[in-house]
């Protein structure tokens, strides 16, 4: 389980997740979430992933590594 913390409500947001290979392998639509959204990724191996955070037009990046 991923428990992504935000620093504000966030509405209409989307969560991508590819492995190191660049397939997508999670995708996760945020309606609305205020203080943490919890993301099940219990179905992934263990490995290096990478987060795309996706709200409005601003798109981040951020590294996932599952042991």
């Given amino acids: ?10 509405e209409n947001a989307e969560i991508q997740i590819f492995n190191m290979l660049g397939q997508k392998v999670h995708l996760e639509k945020i309606t609305q979430a205020t203080i943490s959204k919890t ?3 219990e179905n992934l191996s263990k490995g290096t992933y ?5 709200e409005n037009s601003k798109v981040s990046y951020n590294k996932l590594v599952i042991e």
């Fill in 50 to 54: 990478l987060i795309k955070f996706i």
């Fill in 1 to 10: 389980v991923f428990i992504l913390e935000l620093a504000s409500t966030i």
């Fill in 39 to 41: 993301i099940n990724l």
